[in-house]
């Protein structure tokens, strides 16, 4: 009682409304709160529901594979080659509604026990000699492999099926940057964004540039292709950078063949990365996918990411102002990882914090590295808190060391002393499976070195290895140090019966004709607070870690109501 939620909505009033229920706030139509009103006179034009397929021929110059041919409804599409370490591999894509019929024929002289991954998405196909047929409804990035037990003897087709675009950017238009199909270098490797401007890169588009973006309100989009090509070696620079960015938006793009880094965000808040897709495998050192840098409210989701170092790493580095890193949400997205991390967390850790971070639906298709699928590395006294991982599977690929999970502050090579901290993190519904090392059966470790660099309030919930729930005293599971209250098994924990305060100041606000942000303030509990559930009209839509929440996608010049509950490890 006596909490209140602001309903600014859109700068044209403010009120405050009480609260009536104790761990719920709510910006909602009638009654308890005031709808948040997309009230922009802008209209999205409609997309038919029959089912439509939108194909890219590749342009010369590209480099194509003939290692598969792909046919989606009897048309064949383009098949470009990609490289990872000298093994080469195929990836295509196209757009589509409705269902579609898919047919991977291979070049070699066989399909021995194909399977078509994420495997969670359950794909059915029929054999027939060399080709795999198989149908999909949904826009989906999957990997078609010839041999299940190898994806050296048999390279894999990767197969981004995207949905159709919607309103892309015309050329010719204010502030846009147009790059149609064809092969293009533009002059001296670069390209520069400023606030309130757009890149658009089309399908049927390869664009062998940087790209460099400060400012607010920009737009990276299209269908096509990023790639580095020989500038980037020579300067061995970053493919894809955001410095001091705003509300704003890279999507649906090919992001390729970076000499280091190949998308990094820095000092960037309210980001929204949607059906982005990486692949940058071709180097061993430092290929990163997606490095969030001294960054906050970042959403990631529906995106794929190929790497052969970290796919996605949350930093603070040195030459920044030391900002946290604040409310991370990835849900979606589909992971593999050649050499490293899968996700590695405070490695770097120039950063006031590290907090709120969600990472929920995540396929690991492959994890061939030498690290750990989930690392966290705190150091220079900085927290890590408030982290959840729910619905994970991964899949070792053979030769993998087996390394699991790690939550271990520890001053590494790239941070400085003292250690840092680690608590409140909740794991549920992760799946491990694929090779199997003999010597780790994918370890866990949890690790405080010090009473002021300690680890607590962790629960593994459901974390399930080889078909066996993880409990504390399986199989290569250490607890080690100054620990406290690290839960294993299948259920919340005992002994939590409070729940979270109410949150706070509930703000919503329209900030285009398809996206309203909402805001309040954090929650407290005895344990620690896990999360927050946003709900439209009573609908379960989203959860994240932090204490804001990007909500698009939406049809203008139409009311929304929502309401945010906390939750803690407890449910």
């Known amino acids: 009682w006596g909490n209140y939620v602001s309903d600014r909505t859109d700068g044209l009033h403010a009120r405050r409304l009480p609260i009536n229920k104790s761990n719920w706030a709510a910006v909602s139509a009638a009654g308890a709160g005031i709808c948040a009103r997309l009230a922009l006179l802008v209209l999205l034009s409609a997309i038919d529901a029959a089912a439509s397929t939108v194909l890219y021929p590749a342009p010369a110059g590209a480099s194509l594979s003939a290692d598969y041919t792909v046919k989606v409804n009897g048309q064949t599409i383009s098949v470009y080659r990609g490289l990872r370490q000298g093994l080469n591999y195929s990836f295509a894509y196209f757009d589509f509604s409705g269902t579609v019929n898919i047919e991977v024929t291979i070049a070699s002289p066989w399909m021995r026990t194909p399977i078509i991954r994420p495997t969670s998405k359950g794909i059915a196909y029929t054999l027939n000699n060399k080709t795999v047929s198989f149908s999909l409804s949904n826009p989906a990035n999957i990997s078609v492999e010839p041999d299940q037990g190898s994806i050296i003897d048999a390279p894999p087709l990767i197969l981004f099926a995207n949905p159709l675009e919607v309103n892309p950017p015309q050329q010719g238009a204010p502030g846009v940057i147009y790059y149609g199909p064809g092969y293009h270098n533009p002059v001296g490797g670069k390209i520069t964004l400023g606030s309130n401007s757009t890149l658009y890169i089309a399908g049927g588009a390869v664009v062998n540039a940087q790209v460099r973006a400060s400012g607010s309100n920009i737009r990276i989009t299209g269908r096509g292709i990023l790639d580095s090509k020989d500038w980037a070696f020579a300067a ?244 080690t140090g100054y620990t406290s209250n690290i839960v294993f098994g299948a259920g919340s924990p005992s002994g939590d019966t409070q729940a979270p305060s109410i949150p706070g100041s509930l703000s919503a606000q329209a900030v285009s004709s398809s996206q309203i942000n909402l805001a309040w303030t954090a929650s407290t509990d005895n344990v620690g607070v896990t999360g927050y559930k946003i709900f439209r009209a009573g609908t379960q839509i989203a959860t994240t870690a932090g204490t804001s929440y990007s909500n698009t996608g939406l049809t203008a010049s139409t009311a929304y109501g929502y309401t945010v509950a906390a939750y803690d490890a407890a449910g």
């Open 236 to 479: 061995a620079d970053i493919i894809l950078r955001l410095d001091n960015v705003t509300n704003s938006t890279v999507e649906g793009i090919i992001v390729k063949d970076s000499p280091t880094w190949t998308f990094r965000l820095f000092q960037s808040d309210y980001i929204t990365v949607n059906n982005l897709k990486i692949l940058s495998t071709h180097l061993e050192n430092a290929t990163d996918g997606i490095d969030i840098v001294n960054s906050s409210h970042i959403t990631i989701s529906d995106s794929f990411v190929r790497s052969h170092d970290d796919a996605i790493a949350i930093k603070g580095m040195s030459f920044s102002d030391g900002r946290g890193a604040d409310t991370v949400t990835v849900t979606r997205t589909v992971l593999w990882t050649d050499g490293a991390n899968g996700f590695r967390i405070g490695c770097e850790s120039h950063a006031a914090f590290m907090r709120y971070f969600t990472f929920t639906d995540i396929d690991v298709l492959h994890f061939g590295g030498y690290e750990w699928i989930i690392s966290m590395q705190p150091a220079e006294n900085m927290p890590i808190e408030n982290v959840r991982f729910e619905n994970l599977l991964a899949e070792f690929e053979y030769g993998a060391t087996g390394n699991f999970i790690e939550l271990l502050p520890q001053v590494t090579q790239w941070s400085s002393p003292p250690e840092g901290r680690i608590q409140g993190v909740y794991f549920k519904n992760i799946s491990l499976g694929g090779y199997r090392n003999p010597n780790t059966v994918g370890t866990i470790t949890v690790n405080g070195p010090a009473a002021t660099h300690d680890v607590r309030n962790v629960t593994f919930d459901n974390v399930v290895r080889y078909g066996q729930v993880t409990a504390a005293n399986s199989p290569n599971v250490s607890v």
